[in-house]
């Protein structure tokens, strides 16, 4: 039999495994008389294709294999996750894990330890930034094609558990060998924070966790502690996670009374809104929320609520646009289905939500290449806006619907120093590799750094550190020298490899001091602070200089 009479053998099995899908998900749904018709010609084909179907069916296989193709005709956010993937999709959110606290990363098939958690078990134990783990319970992990999932498995595990590790240290001509008791570690949704200029508090902000509130209150208090007066909120990148964390973190900027957020369902009675207890600690302080296009979800709920408020200045480009509410339905074999009931809103009336075609994921997940494509990402002129969605802030600024939050402040994707030289040594991964070596072969001497500034005046001049790579490239990589591309992305390759190399020793922090020091988006809203352009209320702003 050919394959195109496969394929139309199959059609009918796979049509019958939507009809057991769509029964299966209406039985977790109220039921309703206008359904009982539907449901009972599902009954009815279902026992057809069971009673008189030529072969066998595997139901539970189809199950996993169509339930998503259901949910995807209703929304792009809608989704099922079957259960050998939930422990994965849910722990990222947890904001904790058992395990033996530490960041690692893999490279050329060998695990590098990057950070080492405080009081964790592997610090307690002695394992050091640097270290390679080679085994992990007498299983070689060195030098194997292995996934990165698995290992994650290998380490961790129940509470007060065991695990074996083997270490390969520089230092070290023996393998150190070290029996660690697994424990909690926290995830910390806190990128990095420190004191970038003149007072101002920086906070790179990755995810919205169960813990990102506390901790993000915490940073907040330590800024101000170490003397910022007001404060730069990145949450670039930052795809979202749970609501209340981003609720409650704009609350803490917000005076009494002040919408937060809205939702919306499909009833009137099914609307929300949350509005600010005015027991915020950070009221009065100048504020600057940083965005890109992948800022989605709780994130754009946290800058629409202090833009609509007029409490705080937008910088950077277009948000991604996710304004739809899931909730969690478990299924009886531990897996779930995330289904869309509402609708986020801005306190100005801004639905988040950018448009969509039920069923079209595809171009919903293109979309972000069509800004690029359309030139949105590197030109403020290319930003479309529509002006029949034109809402106000509780001050009456102009502020934009249509999907997303536009910034008061556009700064283009910065493309300077990017060759093709540039993205083949990035892409090959020799930048990492050749930071992680330096590091590494020149520890002992790093270690001694107390900060940043510090650490930077211990490392060779900027001609000296870009020889080195290129010719490691060269070596260890196999990508010729071409010093036409090279010179112009000299800056650019210093500052990754600087950056890289403070990673290692002073931690995550240093690699955004660094990074920051020539990021167009944070120049600017340090330079927007110390105009007062972001003095609460803020007042009208151009969308590009």
């Known amino acids: 039999m050919n394959k195109n009479n496969k394929t139309l053998l199959w059609l009918p099995v796979i049509a019958a495994a939507f009809l057991i899908a769509g029964l299966w998900l209406g039985s977790f749904l109220s039921r309703n008389p206008l359904r009982e018709g539907a449901r009972q010609k599902l009954d009815m084909v279902l026992d057809i294709i069971a009673e008189q179907y030529v072969d066998p069916i595997a139901y539970d296989s189809l199950i996993e294999l169509t339930l998503p193709e259901l949910l995807k005709n209703l929304d792009p956010h809608s989704v099922y996750i079957p259960a050998s993937s939930r422990t994965a999709t849910d722990r990222d959110l947890e904001g904790s894990f058992y395990g033996i606290g530490i960041q690692f990363q893999m490279m050329n098939d060998t695990l590098y330890v990057l950070e080492v958690i405080s009081s964790g078990a592997a610090e307690e134990a002695g394992i050091i930034p640097g270290d390679r783990i080679i085994e992990v319970d007498g299983t070689n992990i060195a ?104 609720v409650l973190a704009a609350n803490e900027f917000l005076p009494e009374g002040r919408i937060i957020v809205m939702t919306k369902g499909r009833d009137e009675d099914d609307k929300i809104i949350l509005p600010s207890s005015g027991m915020g600690s950070f009221t009065e302080e100048d504020v600057v929320v940083l965005m890109d296009e992948f800022s989605a979800s709780s994130s754009e709920i946290l800058a629409g609520a202090l833009q609509d408020n007029d409490r705080a200045l937008i910088i950077g480009r277009r948000s991604f646009g996710k304004g739809l509410v899931q909730r969690q339905f478990d299924l009886p074999d531990s897996s779930e289905f995330r289904l869309t009931v509402q609708r986020y809103y801005t306190p100005s009336g801004r639905c988040i939500q950018k448009s969509y075609t039920p069923g079209n994921n595809n171009e919903y997940e293109l979309e972000i290449l069509n800004r690029y494509d359309r030139g949105e990402i590197f030109s403020a002129d290319s930003l479309q806006v529509d002006s029949a969605l034109i809402f106000h802030t509780v001050n009456g600024r102009p502020v934009y619907g249509g999907g997303g939050i536009i910034p008061d402040v556009f700064v283009p994707s910065d493309t300077s120093g990017v060759t093709s030289y540039y993205i083949k040594v990035a892409n ?118």
Request: proline content about 5%; hydrophobic content about 35%.
């Open 143 to 246: 030098g194997v094609n292995i996934d990165q999932e698995k290992i994650f498995g290998m380490l961790r595990g129940p509470k007060d558990t065991h695990v074996q590790v083997t270490v390969k240290r520089h230092s070290s001509p023996e393998p150190l060998k070290f029996d660690l008791v697994r424990a909690e570690v926290p995830v910390s949704p806190i990128d990095a924070s420190y004191i970038i200029s003149d007072s101002i508090g920086y906070i790179r902000l990755g995810k919205f966790s169960e813990n990102t509130y506390p901790e993000f209150l915490n940073t907040l208090g330590q800024l101000r502690y170490d003397g910022a007066k007001s404060y730069i909120i990145d949450l670039r990148g930052n795809v979202g996670g749970y609501m209340n964390p981003a």
């Open 428 to 545: 090959a991964g020799l930048l990492r590799k050749f930071a992680y070596e330096y590091a590494d072969l020149n520890r002992e001497s790093l270690n001694e750094s107390r900060d940043t500034n510090e650490l930077l005046s211990k490392l060779p001049s900027d001609n000296v550190l870009l020889q080195s790579f290129v010719n490691y490239a060269s070596s260890k990589g196999g990508i010729a020298p071409r010093w036409y591309y090279i010179n112009i992305s000299q800056q650019l390759i210093v500052n990754q490899l600087k950056a890289l190399i403070a990673r290692d020793i002073v931690g995550i922090d240093g690699y955004f001091e660094i990074v920051n020091a020539s990021d167009p988006v944070v120049l600017e809203a340090v330079k927007r602070l110390k105009n007062g352009d972001a003095a609460s209320p803020v007042k009208d702003t151009k969308l590009i200089d």
